[in-house]
């Protein structure tokens, strides 16, 4: 009876305001009643600096009193979403307490995800606020949302191109066979920093000598997230997964210069799996890589007494020659674009 009457109002004043259109119908939905949940806010808004800029923090209608929100660069992914969680005050609350049961954490990430891939994928929309955005231990749920479009951007444009940071080359997951075992391939991750304890304790300190080329220990989680999280747009990262367990089989990288005209490389093969070709196809893919990218030389700094590495790198094209300061190091070059630069 309730929800009759209130159609009838709608209808008479819709009409009364808008005599020349029809109205098609109405749309009914139960009132959400979830007395343990805790009302959130998520978001997306364009910065004139930085571009799109997702939001998370505690919502309702005093979210501007609270002032407990976190922003971060778009795109995210689940361990940045998760950092975003725990800048806030409420995350405390969502984790649980006393007789409340935590809330479904992964549940929000999702939400931030979503937000954060439709940004990518859309550069016409401008700010979306998702508020209140309610989360308990049974899910999470949206009960109001607003989003702006920039009606003069283009729809089929992406990704976005006011992003501040590249977004995920996807495109450049694949899998190998090297020594009888197969190997997906694909950019690292920054979760992959989880994968990076296990890999380590597989690695001889003298493998780890020849990579660093000083004496070290990759285990500190300050060095894993510089690891793992990279600016794609002139970092990227290669990992070999084993196919049946998930384990982190080899890494190859390169860091490129502003101009994109110099890349220094590296690669790294678990003890274990080494001089079964994993490396060279993981060298291969870079090199694939960087010419895809413009790269137009590769550089890689090598331990004199590392011939292995030596060998590979003139296999594959390379020119390796004696350091002419210090006689321990060689230098291996690659020209991608078929003339050089001044170095």
């Not at 949940?37 to 930085?50: K, M, N, Q, T, Y």
């Not at 479904?104 to 990518?120: T, W």
């Not at 002139?234 to 990992?239: G, L, P, S, W």
């Amino acid at each position: 009876a309730h929800a009759r009457t209130a159609a009838v109002e709608i209808r008479t004043r819709f009409s009364a305001r808008y005599p020349d259109l029809t109205l098609d119908g109405f749309t009914v939905q139960p009132m959400v009643k979830r007395p343990s949940a805790e009302e959130l806010i998520v978001g997306i808004s364009d910065d004139p600096g930085f571009g799109p800029v997702a939001l998370f923090g505690a919502g309702g209608i005093s979210v501007e009193v609270v002032d407990d929100t976190a922003t971060g660069l778009v795109p995210l992914d689940a361990v940045l979403a998760g950092d975003l969680i725990d800048r806030t005050r409420i995350s405390r609350r969502l984790a649980g307490y006393r007789d409340r049961k935590p809330a479904d954490r992964e549940g929000i990430v999702k939400a931030l995800l979503g937000l954060s891939q439709l940004s990518v994928d859309f550069g016409i929309v401008r700010s979306i606020d998702v508020n209140p955005l309610l989360a308990d231990a049974d899910g999470v749920l949206a009960l109001d949302a607003r989003v702006e479009v920039d009606p003069a951007a283009s729809l089929t444009e992406a990704p976005n191109p006011r992003l501040a940071i590249r977004p995920y080359p996807s495109g450049w997951q694949s899998t190998l066979v090297a020594g009888g075992e197969t190997y997906m391939v694909r950019p690292i991750r920054p979760e992959d920093a989880a994968l990076y304890p296990r890999f380590l304790d597989r690695v001889t300190a003298d493998d780890l000598l020849l990579r660093f080329l000083v004496p070290t220990r990759v285990t500190e989680h300050a060095m894993l997230v510089r690891l793992t999280q990279l600016d794609y747009d002139r970092d990227i990262a290669f990992v070999a997964l084993d196919a049946i367990t998930g384990d982190l089989a080899g890494i190859v990288r390169y860091s490129a210069d502003p101009d994109h005209v110099a890349a220094e490389f590296g690669v790294l093969v678990r003890s274990d799996l080494q001089h079964r070709g994993l490396g060279r196809q993981l060298m291969e893919r870079l090199i694939a890589y960087a010419r895809a990218e413009g790269i137009e030389r590769l550089d890689g700094t090598i331990l004199s007494v590392n011939r292995a590495m030596q060998e590979l790198c003139r296999e594959l094209g390379f020119r390796v020659e004696m350091d002419k300061q210090d006689s321990t190091l060689t230098r291996a070059r690659l020209l991608l674009s078929g003339r050089e630069r001044p170095a």
